[in-house]
């Protein structure tokens, strides 16, 4: 008998592409694949790309061009390009790189294995769906046969595509309006989810905030959503991303302060502080609405942890106007914020907006202004967390010291604590008293075991030869 083929799946870009490779993985392996321990000795690799970060083009056919010389080392070598970029390149992949054996687009996920099989005898294969089969609508196949990194915690996509029209984004053109799964779908998977051992879920979305509008026609959905996951028995966390500042609603709010289970932290993207620029934008909300929303939100729910998104250098963008951002940013006391330099997407309004780009040099002078105001923010933060005792699902050894483990606290913070007799396992829930708060991660010492892991362990077969 053959032995299995193998898989490696390189990914690009943000949370929902990082869920579509564990459900590609998970399409592999019911299609009787195995993962590669490394991408040279993979017999088929995919590069799961996406366009909304810096250099899409140069990171994608860069990769490419390494990936050339191993196609020419094993000319079986199978090269698959997904997601994004494939989506808005499609058959021009194969004019650039024609080494590539498989495009396939963001609603065609399902069809990958089987195109990767039909390459074989057929030759290189496009296929790229402007919108999801209404018939299959395999493109939002359930995360539950996903092969996830963390066997206890899964993403769960809820919406794919997006009705708004922020200037710089392209995610609309290339994923298409926003649609809904049913709420009905969402609590079955939550529940099978949660009998197969995971405890945390984090909902994904473009805007989670207008999920079900295109159910009801009109009225979100998302607070309904979001109360009856916290009825699932067994799903101890859920968390959300994103929602959009102008679609944060009271009764999410509410929902958020009246589900245990909801955890305390919100990922709030500012962009800027600057009511002409976020104007430009087009991204539907000035400054005092946002403040305001935030501020709603501090006081419903206790101990929340705010992050954020935010733009330095969109096009036109002034020395007064950045300035009103940090003023802004000052103000918010983000816990964290992911600062992001303004770089054009083809097909963008932004991207036209060439004649008022900001340079270089002053873009960058902006970014290391902001970076210092929200850092000093997120140290603030993480220094008032020690002394205090946080409830910390554990994900297993630090990558850096594997004398230590990390885990995320219901803030969603990164924690560090060292090993010690009895010591937590991987999905354990535990209490640990934090002893020192840095920017982007906090240290402590473990007081005890609240949980032992719930999922199943896999113990590897042994041969009897
Ligand atoms: S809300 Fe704006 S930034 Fe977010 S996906 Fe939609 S268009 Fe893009």
Known sequence: MSSPKTFAIRTFGCQMNEHDSERLAGLFVADGMVRATSEAEADVIVLNT????????????????????????????????????????????????????????????????????????????????????????????????????????????????????????????????????????LIEEATMLASSGVSEITVLGQNVNSYGRDLTRRRPLFAELLRALGQVPGIERIRFTSPHPKDLSSETIAAMAETPTVCTQLHLPLQSGSNRVLSAMRRGYKVERYVATLAAARAAVADLAVTTDLIVGFPGETDEEFDETLAVVAACEFDLAYTFIFSPREGTRAADMRDAFVSDDVIKERFERLKDVTDRSALRRHQARVGRREEVLVEGPSRRNEQMLSGRTRQGKLIHFPLSEGAARAGSLVSVDVTYGAPYHLLGEMVEVLRAPRHKIRVPLLSSR
Not at 65 to 89: S, Y
Not at 147 to 158: N, Q
């Open 50 to 185: 996406c366009t909304i970060r810096e250099n899409a083009d140069l990171k994608l056919y860069s990769a490419l061009g390494q990936l050339k010389a191993l196609k020419e080392e094993r000319p079986e070598l199978q090269i698959a390009v997904g997601g994004c970029m494939a989506q808005k390149d499609r058959g021009a992949v194969l004019q650039r790189a024609n080494w590539v054996d498989v495009v396939f687009g963001t609603h065609n996920l399902a069809s990958a294995p089987s195109l990767l099989r039909r390459s074989v005898s057929e030759g290189p294969l496009v296929e790229v769906l402007d919108a999801p089969d209404p018939l299959a609508s395999r493109d939002m196949a359930p995360a539950l046969y996903a092969v996830r990194e963390l066997p206890f915690a899964a993403w769960m996509t809820i919406q794919t595509g997006c009705d708004n029209t922020c200037a710089y984004c392209i995610v609309p053109s290339v994923r298409g309006g926003e649609i809904s799964r049913p709420l009905g779908d």
